[in-house]
């Protein structure tokens, strides 16, 4: 099985979303195989990176693994079945390397990206969701254009990925919750 390291294109802009500011992103590049031919073939890519995430309570760092799939059949894209293998796996950490959360997101459908999300003091992980759909819109979105994160009873908080992108949060939130997530 070949194998071959592909470098990004270049570093992307911080992104903001009220009192939160990423860094800039650390970006070890991508690790790509494949193995085929014209009838068939299939492989896979690894993108390790990071960031650090400035919250008003302190800095947190983030390692992130973004993981992909793919095949091809006679030269149409196949999309693999859903699995367990996440397409999105980060941790993140305090200033004091104290670990203060998870996020883990699934492909489902090659396109829809679901997971959960655990933070310090949380009893349980929260549900996250893409969301495709923009109101007024009358297609859906390929890329998300935001996510929901959701307990059980409802959705808590939507971030939204486009434009300036924005973080809302339901009205029974509290500060201390949203300030975990």
Not at 56 to 77: K, T, Y
Not at 87 to 104: N, P, Y
Request: aromatic letters at 8%; a negative charge.
């Amino acid at each position: 099985m070949g194998g071959r390291r592909q470098q990004s294109a270049g570093a992307l802009a911080p992104i903001a979303f009220g009192p939160y500011t990423t860094g800039p992103l650390r970006d070890r590049g991508t690790l790509s195989a494949s193995r085929g031919d014209d009838d068939f073939g299939a492989g896979f890519s690894w993108r390790p990176f990071g960031f650090t995430l400035t919250t008003p309570d302190g800095e947190i760092a983030a390692a992130c693994h973004a993981f992909r799939l793919g095949a091809h059949l006679r030269g149409v894209e196949v999309e693999p079945p859903d699995s367990s293998l996440p397409a999105l796996l980060c941790g993140f950490e305090d200033a004091a390397g104290e670990e203060v959360g998870t996020l883990r997101l699934e492909l489902r459908r090659g396109r829809d990206y679901v997971g959960t999300l655990t933070a310090a003091g949380l009893d349980r992980p929260l549900a996250v969701r893409s969301i495709h759909q923009v109101e007024g819109s009358r297609l859906p979105w390929e890329a998300p254009a935001g996510y929901e994160i959701a307990r059980v009873g409802g959705a808590i908080a939507a971030v939204e990925t486009i434009g300036r992108g924005a973080v809302r949060f339901a009205p029974e939130v509290g500060p201390e919750l949203a300030d975990r997530l």
